[in-house]
Nanobody
Framework: QEQLVQAGGGLVQPGGSLRVSCKVPGHRGPNYAIVWFRQAPGKEREGISCLATSDDSTYYSDSVKGRFAISRDKTKRTVYLQMDSLKPEDTAVYYC??????????????????????WGQGTQVTVSS
């Protein structure tokens, strides 16, 4: 059990952009997976993107594909989620979850919150006019 540190998010109008970040503790070693989830009121926690360092694989849910991009700064041990063309339905609390080490290539199979024991504190993203 360990905490990840999130930053970013905020309030934007539809069509705007935001970025959220997730800093990985240094003692966890060089290989890891970070999975981004979001949860809106009344809805289940939804996996939306994944990055695994061992094979540099990434994955996106259909709801964000083409609009969001996941990346990392290796030196800073920080994973970013760039969110463009934001829609009101993107409004949610965004969480990063870590897997140490990564279990394999990213895919929809990773979008199961129950397998993660390390989480960020959550960051609000609000898209509204």
């Amino acid at each position: 059990q360990e905490q990840l540190v999130q930053a970013g998010g905020g309030l934007v109008q539809p069509g705007g952009s935001l970025r959220v970040s997730c800093k990985v503790p240094g003692h966890r070693g060089p290989n890891y997976a970070i999975v981004w989830f979001r949860q809106a009121p009344g809805k289940e926690r939804e996996g939306i993107s994944c990055l695994a360092t061992s094979d540099d694989s990434t994955y996106y849910s259909d709801s964000v594909k083409g609009r969001f991009a996941i990346s990392r700064d290796k030196t800073k041990r920080t994973v970013y989620l760039q969110m463009d063309s934001l829609k009101p339905e993107d409004t949610a609390v965004y969480y990063c979850a870590g897997d140490f080490p990564d279990r394999g290539p990213c895919g929809s199979w990773y979008y199961d919150p129950s397998i993660f024991s390390s989480w960020g504190q959550g960051t609000q993203v609000t898209v509204s006019s």
